[in-house]
């Protein structure tokens, strides 16, 4: 695990990539327990721009009131693609030294992760990051903050459209996030009794969705939910729902949930995995360790090296999309 040898006085924090519930409460926890211990803390808005931009606003424990139970992030966030130019984080690191922040906490996902790796690796700067994505899709931590409000958000949705579903004996394809992965999908299709559940990381035939259908009908199974993930191999919901109508005459609806999954008020789940991922942050760099995130095993806190989910691919559970398919004969 790296080391820093940096004193840390001042410290800088920003959210990165896709926003997720909790992010607001993981910023609340980092920068209150900072502020605590003496240190000076300034929220950069705007993620990796922001530091681009010089975008540095000193943060003091009022400024972090009434954040805990906001979705969003109070700090904005962006996907930083120039940060992908080794010299576009020479500039960074420059601007952050010149304002002598000497050290960071990113908040996202593995993308943001991948940037503050190299920028420990080719300047020696000290980040340390807390996972949020409600794809919870970051090899190493069992869960990411925002995961479980985005799905008991998609939950209570597909509970609604089952009431008209089965009310006007429809089909019904609805579409969750997850472009390239299938947590989403997977969790809400086995909470939610779907029919079929389709995923990045297990591609279905459309052809074993028919046979399904139909065999569900011969026994008289008059309404269906079916979950896909964006990124699913047959294509977006429209197409699925084109092959069906063409392969067996129906006309399933479709519903795309969309960027909703990825608002509200993060859960008490969540709010609980902020604060105590957002406090283990500080622990770990203000203890000297950098070039990691803080992950959760088994309900423990552990310190995942930056470059494990570049390395590794976290599934989706096999088995939830197995139990859904069997339990909805
Ligand atoms: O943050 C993750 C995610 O919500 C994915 O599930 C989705 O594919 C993507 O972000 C959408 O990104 P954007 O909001 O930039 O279109």
């Not at 996972?131 to 903050?145: E, K, L, Q």
């Not at 390239?180 to 279905?204: K, N, R």
Request: include cysteine; aromatic fraction near 6%.
């Amino acid at each position: 695990m790296a080391q820093h040898g940096t004193q840390i006085a001042k410290v800088g924090i920003f959210t990165s990539g896709g926003d997720a519930p909790g992010m607001n409460a993981a910023l609340r926890a980092a920068a209150r327990n900072l502020l605590h211990e003496g240190r000076e803390v300034f929220g950069i808005i705007g993620g990796y721009s922001g530091i681009l931009e010089r975008n540095f606003q000193p943060l003091q424990s009022r400024s972090l009131a009434n954040i805990i139970q906001r979705g969003g992030t109070i700090l904005k966030t962006a996907r930083c693609l120039e940060f992908h130019r080794p010299e576009v984080r020479a500039q960074a690191v420059h601007n952050l030294r010149e304002h002598q922040i000497d050290a960071c906490i990113v908040i996202g996902g593995d993308g943001s992760f991948a940037g503050a790796q190299a920028v420990w690796q080719e300047h020696e700067y000290p980040m340390v990051g807390i996972p949020a994505t409600i794809d919870n899709d970051i090899f190493g931590t069992d869960s990411t903050i925002g995961f479980d409000t985005a799905i008991n958000t998609a939950l209570e949705a597909i509970d609604r459209i089952r009431d008209t579903a089965t009310s006007h004996d429809r089909i019904f394809i609805i579409e969750v996030m997850g472009r390239d992965s299938g947590f989403i999908a997977s969790a809400v299709g086995l909470a939610g009794g779907a029919e079929e559940v389709f995923t990045p990381e297990y591609p279905m035939p459309v052809d074993q969705l028919v046979e399904k259908l139909k065999s569900s009908a011969s026994k008289g199974k008059k309404s269906s939910i079916i979950v896909a993930a964006e990124g699913q191999k047959p294509g977006r919901a429209y197409d699925l729902a084109e092959q069906i109508r063409k392969k067996m005459g129906l006309d399933p609806k479709v519903c795309i949930l969309g960027h909703q999954q990825r608002g509200g008020p993060p859960t008490a789940a969540d709010r609980i995995l902020a604060t105590r991922m957002g406090c283990a942050a500080v622990q770990l760099l203000t203890t000297g360790q950098c070039d990691v995130f803080v992950g959760v095993e088994s309900g423990k806190l552990v310190a995942i090296p930056f470059e494990a989910p570049q390395r590794n691919k976290k599934l989706a559970p096999k088995d939830y999309v197995q139990l859904a398919s069997m339990l909805s004969h």
